[in-house]
């Protein structure tokens, strides 16, 4: 019974933190810049790449970094739950100028993950604990790769709220295993 309130209330806080999502990004939603997905008692939040980072970089654009002050701030106020934040692109290789920072498109959408991470860690209350970085590349399209239309949606940064029991850190299972 417990473990069902449990469950319940992190039903309700992630519902709070999708319509309060929803309210303080109508702008940006209306723009299709930013999608907002709620599964069960997963939130996903995908930021198309051109709003927050420069062709080629991984450095944040102010507008980029005024959405994610904005996202930071919410996700702050909900339940103590962990949040991925994960780099996704198209099937393109990258070109020979952009190799020579990047070997692919896979180190330059880890480190635009990574970015995000940073950038919400010194401009927000969220704690280092809550955070993780993740390239996925061209791992999980969302759109085919055969036209410039879908390789742009696939060119995105996806925040992530994950489920309560996802919460578990490596230590406590690796502790949990062996005793």
Do not use: C
Not at 71 to 82: C, E, F, K, N, S
Not at 126 to 135: D, I, M
């Amino acid at each position: 019974a417990e473990r069902q309130r449990q469950y319940e209330q992190e039903l309700r806080a992630s519902q709070e933190s999708h319509n309060q999502l929803i309210a303080d990004l109508q702008t940006e939603i209306a723009r299709k810049d930013i999608a907002i997905h709620k599964f069960a008692d997963q939130l996903s939040i995908t930021i198309v790449d051109r709003v927050l980072f420069p062709s080629g970089q991984a450095t944040l654009t102010p507008e980029g970094m005024k959405v994610l002050k904005k996202v930071g701030q919410i996700l702050a106020r909900g339940a103590d739950r962990r949040i991925q934040i994960e780099g996704h692109t198209d099937n393109q290789d990258i070109g020979p100028e952009l190799r020579k920072r990047f070997a692919s498109n896979w180190e330059l959408y880890t480190a635009r993950a990574t970015e995000v991470v940073r950038y919400l860690l010194a401009h927000t209350r969220l704690s280092a604990e809550r955070l993780s970085a993740v390239g996925r590349a061209d791992t999980v399209p969302i759109a085919p790769n055969t036209t410039e239309a879908g390789r742009r949606q696939n060119r995105r940064i996806e925040i992530i709220l994950l489920p309560p029991d996802k919460l578990r850190r490596t230590g406590q299972v690796a502790h949990e295993a062996s005793g």
